[in-house]
């Protein structure tokens, strides 16, 4: 049972093998060089094949390196040809499930390819070469190059590693440099790995459009990527011999191997009628033009022409002119040999680009019959606003026919009035030429006078900011024809080529002076560019703010400064001065003889008159005593003699007495004034009847508010003073006391209370 499965497994996975890769290529290597040149590349009778050769690996057991391969695949573009590898030629057959690296190291490379793709170190070369007499004048085949080197998800170093091939051609006997046909179409560059490239990979992209694709498994060959189907061609003369060398191999070492299929049939001589003139490759013929063929070939032969395939009656001479689009062909039977040279060529026709005629009109601001036209300004009108147009000016039409003399400076093109000329071209170089007529305005403005704009801006120096349009624009269109615009520019070259205008609020950059230009315009034309003198007239002096005060009910008189002025408050008044009795923004509006005016500000706030809420007293501290001002206002300056003011309301340092403190309001709006006393005690005295300390009394005491009692040291009361008897002499009914410390307790009309004692001193 275990065998069983096993053989049944076997088949199966043969089966799908057989139906999943049946449209592989097949390569047969039996074939010799002969058969590969005369049967499979060569379609064509009119070249003479010769010397033919093939070398690469070629062992029994191996194999060869080249074969004939057939196709039946959509997915590959060759129902067959010849194929020239670097590995064994079987190994070509898909699917794509194996990476191809083969080949002996003893199997060396080629110098000429070397050369000719600017790689060294080649290996595994195989080459196939011959001999060919062509009877016409081109030669071509079509071609892939297929190659395990093409990575879907390579490594960073394998991204310079290139395969390579050639296609080389030279003439038999010559020692010039092989030339190489197998390049990149419209370019010199060798097709090789890092020349042809598709996206999708940490490799670089290049030539992308020439680039098959990457390879999955199903593939019907065994190769990761190709290239598209290429065409390699030249120019070469009936009856040279020639020699062409096809060779593919490795580069640095036998691995990852690379493969050149060439189409079957595909080797062609032919007639060689130009490019074809295409659309896509952006060489059309354009409109009105004919286009000259030439299948001209050497000896007595036979010409007819064909359109789409269908003779042209009466088209049996060497030249054809083309008229219009279509596939031309022509069939050269050559008198020389049996066989009938073919070339063929796609035409296609552009239109041509539209165009219109225009004109311009500028002015001569030195009336010298020349001026500078700025022609760029025209190409929007010439081309209908067509932006991937090209438009050349011409100073002649037959400078325009023959492409000479372009107009180089179009932006400033100094001429007389006169007609010049306007090529126009599309994408494929196909023109249109109208003319353009330049004319010079014979329409002027006088000159105006000096425009004064005042420097009103708060700063003195001759720099301001004003409207053009409404300071200048009125007075100088005054009197002129209806339908006019102005723009101003900085210079007379701006103003003609009508470049960095100013901005409407322009800003003078040249102080009290200030030379700009004006350019009148009559729609799309230059009417007349007129010099502008800006004088800039500054206020001298700017006039600052003032902060003022008004007293509650008072009145104030605000005052203007005084010179050549008029005036006018926002209360309405138009005098020098007025006097408010209300605090306020008061603005006086100051214009001088010339007309510009300044902004004087007032700002007028409230004071109100002084108030001395109350008066702190601190006393009983010897000479160290102080008081301190409570007030009804933070403006208010303070003072105990009327005469000297500080701003702080603490005084200190007092010695006792009577005092009269005032309090003033720094506005001027008033004094309030209140009279106190500071207290102190005597800390003894001296009874001795010298009239010199001899008694005992708290002076500026108001006995009529406060009581004041001394008691001697036990506590016994000894008197009470009085308004009537203010002070103590040292005495107990008529006693002298002896001396002693005595205690005093001094109440006041508050209740406050102070106790302490003094010394009595005999």
């Known amino acids: 049972m275990i065998i069983s499965k096993k053989i049944n497994l076997s088949l199966f996975i043969i089966g799908s093998y057989l139906t999943s890769f049946a449209q592989s290529i097949t390569v047969d290597d039996s074939y010799t060089a002969n058969q590969l040149v005369e049967n499979v590349l060569i379609n064509s009778p009119c070249a003479n094949v010769s010397n033919i050769s093939v070398s690469g690996w070629d062992t029994s057991q191996n194999g060869t390196s080249y074969g004939y391969f057939t196709n039946v695949s959509n997915a590959f573009p060759f129902a067959n040809g010849v194929i020239l590898a670097t590995g064994r030629a079987v190994s070509a057959i898909g699917p794509n499930n194996s990476l191809l690296s083969e080949g002996p190291t003893t199997w060396l490379g080629d110098g000429d390819l070397e050369q000719a793709i600017g790689e060294s170190n080649t290996i595994n070369a195989t080459v196939l070469e011959f001999d060919f007499l062509p009877l016409a004048t ?117 691995f990852y191997d690379s493969a050149i299929f060439l189409g079957g049939g595909s080797f062609k001589v032919e007639i060689d009628l130009g490019p074809d003139r295409l659309f896509a490759t952006s060489n059309p013929v354009c409109s009105g033009e004919t286009y000259e063929l030439d299948g001209t070939q050497a000896g007595n032969n036979t ?16 030249l054809y002119t083309v008229t219009d689009s279509g596939i031309y062909s022509v069939e050269v039977t050559l008198q ?14 552009s239109n041509l680009p539209d165009a219109n005629p225009a004109s311009i009109q500028e002015c001569d601001p030195d009336g010298d019959g020349t001026t500078t036209f700025n022609l760029n300004q025209l190409i929007p009108t010439i081309t209908n606003n067509n932006p991937q147009a090209v438009t050349i000016f011409y100073p002649s039409l037959l400078d325009a026919q023959n492409f000479t003399n372009s107009i180089q400076n179009t932006s400033a093109y100094n001429s007389i009035a006169t007609t010049i000329y306007a090529s126009v071209f599309n994408n494929y170089s196909c023109k249109t030429t109208v003319p353009i007529t330049l004319n010079i305005s014979t329409d002027s403005i006088a000159t105006p006078q000096p425009f004064t704009i005042c420097d009103s801006d708060g700063t003195s120096d001759g720099i301001t ?43 003078n950059s040249t102080p009290f002076n200030q030379i700009i230009y004006a350019r009148v315009n009559s729609g799309s034309s230059c009417y007349d560019i007129v010099t502008i003198n800006i004088q800039i007239i500054s206020f001298q002096g700017a006039f600052a703010s ?19 002025f008029t005036y006018l ?15 306020g923004s008061y603005t006086v509006s100051i214009t001088n003889s010339s007309g510009c005016s300044a902004d004087k500000i007032f700002i007028v706030t409230a004071s109100q008159s002084p108030e001395i809420i109350s008066v702190t007293v601190n006393d009983f501290n010897g000479g160290n005593n ?19 003011y500080q701003n702080s309301s603490l005084f200190t340092n007092l010695l006792p007495g009577l005092y009269t403190v005032y309090v003033k309001d720094q506005n001027e709006c008033g004094v309030d004034f209140q009279q106190i006393r500071i207290l102190d005690y005597p800390k003894f005295f001296t009874p001795n009847g010298d009239s010199y300390n001899d008694i005992w009394q708290i002076q500026f005491l108001d006995l009529n508010k406060s009581k004041l009692y001394i008691f001697d040291r036990y506590g016994k009361l000894l008197i009470e003073l009085t308004t009537r008897i203010p002070f103590w002499d040292g005495t107990f009914n008529g006693q002298s006391l002896p001396a002693s410390d005595y205690w005093f307790v001094l109440q006041f009309e508050d209740g406050g209370l102070i106790k302490s004692h003094f010394s009595l001193i005999r």
Not at 303 to 318: E, L, R, S
Not at 550 to 563: E, F, K, M, R
């Open 138 to 254: 081109k030669v071509s085949f079509e071609y892939v190059f297929s190659s395990e080197q093409y990575l879907s998800n390579p490594n960073s170093n394998q991204c310079n590693f290139s395969d390579g091939f050639a296609f080389l051609l030279r003439e038999v006997g010559s020692s010039n440099q092989y030339q190489n046909l197998a390049v990149v179409p419209g370019t010199n560059v060798p097709v090789k790995i890092t020349t042809v490239r598709g996206p999708g990979t940490i490799c670089p992209q290049a030539n992308p459009q020439y680039f098959d694709a990457f390879n999955g498994t199903d593939h019907p060959t065994n190769y990761n990527g190709q290239t598209k189907v290429l065409k390699a061609e030249a120019t070469v003369t009936p009856g040279v011999l020639y020699h062409i060398k096809l060779v593919v191999a490795d580069q640095g070492n036998q």
């Open 303 to 318: 010409y007819q022409w064909f359109k789409n395939g269908i003779v042209i009656a009466n088209a049996t001479q060497p």
């Open 569 to 583: 408050w926002n209360t309405g008044a138009t005098t020098n001065s007025i006097q408010i009795n209300n605090p």
């Open 626 to 644: 102080s008081l301190q001002i409570i007030s009804g206002a933070t403006t208010d300056s303070y003072s105990l003699d009327g005469v000297i």
């Open 546 to 564: 003032e902060d003022k005060t008004i007293c509650d009910g008072g009145n104030l008189l605000l005052t203007a400064p005084v010179g050549n």
């Open 336 to 349: 020389s040999s049996t066989c009938i040279a073919r070339g063929e060529v796609v035409v296609e026709y």
């Open 465 to 507: 900011t004003f409207n053009l349009g409404a300071s200048i624009t009125p007075t100088l269109l005054n009197g002129q024809p209806s339908g006019l615009s102005v723009a101003y520019y900085d210079s007379i070259a701006n103003a003609l080529n009508q470049t960095n205008a100013l901005a409407t609020n322009y800003t």
